[in-house]
């Protein structure tokens, strides 16, 4: 009877130190824009490079044609998708401005608003 209880412990003991390290994997291969080789990572860094440089130009150019903004100490850096602004502008309502047009440009999703006011000639 105690060979029994001993088999049914050790078992259960197996069982037990075997699941510990079982881990659930996904079903799904991986996405089909993942790089799989060097020059392939090279050239989706580079799409994706220039893609932020595009909204970049994009936001820049939304700002300048908007007259009510002084566009000279603005920098627009963005980064899939997101962008932030950053310089200084001489008024608060010019600062609140840009956050609206860069809102506006299609491709940006957040905007991040760096920008200092500094009055002209200071």
Do not use: C, F, W
Not at 52 to 60: D, E, G, I, S, T
Not at 78 to 90: E, K
Request: hydrophobic letters at 40%; zero cysteines.
């Amino acid at each position: 009877m105690k060979a029994i209880h001993a088999v049914r412990l050790v078992s259960a003991a197996l069982l037990i130190t075997g699941s510990i390290h079982a881990y659930a994997q996904a079903s799904e291969a991986a996405p089909a824009t993942a790089p799989t080789t060097t020059s392939e990572a090279r050239a989706h860094y580079r799409s994706m490079k220039a893609a932020n440089r595009a909204l970049q130009r994009q936001v820049r150019s939304a700002l300048v044609k908007d007259r009510s903004i002084s566009t000279s100490n603005i920098t627009v850096r963005a980064r899939d998708g997101a962008v932030t602004l950053q310089g200084s502008v001489p008024v608060q309502a010019q600062s609140d401005r840009a956050t609206e047009v860069a809102k506006g440009v299609p491709g940006v999703t957040s905007v991040k608003n760096a920008l200092s006011i500094r009055p002209v000639g200071t």
